[in-house]
């Protein structure tokens, strides 16, 4: 199994920044992809930004040039730099981690962002 711990949300005004951290614990052999999520009240949980263990990055149109993944594989910790942060960017956020992206069974319980107007 593997564990992922979240830290690092809170609350900011618009236009401010956050770093979110992620540590992963346990199995680290079945992480190669790690990756942030984002879930709001009453809508459905997104990608938001994931990372390879060679650095390769994809992210969610509506963060592109605002938040930046970042990894740390000696710590196995992964990072999210939130910068110029909008109220629409208020929500759970996630940590997610797998083999692959498109099998990612592990995730953290979350930490809440949220961004004042």
């Known amino acids: 199994q593997v564990q992922l711990v979240e830290s690092g949300g809170g609350l900011v005004q618009a236009g401010g920044s956050l770093r979110l951290s992620c540590a992963a614990s346990g199995s680290i052999s079945r992480v190669n992809v790690m990756g942030w999520y984002r879930q709001a009240p009453g809508k459905q949980r997104e990608m938001v930004a994931i990372i390879t263990n060679g650095g390769t990055t994809n992210y969610a149109d509506s963060v592109k040039g605002r938040f930046t993944i970042s990894r740390d594989n000696a710590k196995n910790t992964v990072y999210l730099q939130m910068n110029s942060l909008k109220p629409e960017d208020t929500a759970n956020y996630y940590c997610?981690?797998?083999?692959?992206?498109?099998?990612?069974?592990?995730w953290g319980k979350g930490t809440l962002v949220t961004v004042s107007s």
């Open positions: 997610n981690a797998g083999r692959a992206t498109t099998l990612m069974p592990y």
